[in-house]
């Protein structure tokens, strides 16, 4: 029995799924803006902007930004349970000692809305304007 054809057929198969996988083909590119704001320190807001794939996370946008942008880096913690939260950002950490966090939100139209999960789940939509505001819980 030849199982050549067989072989080829399942390895074609293969190629087309990780090809698929690896560039999420079909898939744009939506373009989002980030702005980082410390007001407990008093320095201006910095913007910045980025991208993400249609359905893909926060952290790989901030993650490109990282890549492409000297001004912008950001650590997280990967929680077991409740997954990346976001440590710091451009060398400002969040302490519990001071009780300052990195607050996630969501800006439109001068509306600020707090992200109701964390940068390892949340998908930005096309356009979004994200705001990480250092403040005190
Ligand atoms: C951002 O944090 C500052 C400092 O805690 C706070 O005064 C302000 O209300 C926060 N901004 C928003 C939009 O929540």
């Given amino acids: 029995m030849d199982l050549r054809p067989a072989a080829l057929l399942s390895l074609s198969f293969l190629l087309v799924w990780a090809h698929g996988r690896l560039t999420h083909e079909g898939s744009a590119t939506l373009p989002i803006r980030l702005t980082v704001v410390n007001k407990l320190a008093n320095t201006s807001p910095q913007a910045f902007s980025s991208s993400v794939l249609e359905g893909g ?3 790989s946008a901030l993650r490109r930004l990282q890549e492409a942008n000297q001004r912008f880096k950001f650590t997280v913690i990967d ?8 440590e710091s950002v451009n060398g400002v950490a969040g302490s519990d000692k001071d009780k300052t966090y ?15 999960v964390g940068v390892g789940c949340y998908q930005p939509a096309a356009n979004e304007h994200i705001v990480f505001n250092f403040t005190t819980w």
Avoid: D, K, M
């Fill in 57 to 59: 996370i926060l952290v």
């Fill in 79 to 86: 929680n077991p349970n409740f997954g990346l939260f976001l």
């Fill in 102 to 116: 990195w607050e996630l939100l969501s800006e439109s139209s001068g509306e600020y809305t707090r992200l109701s």
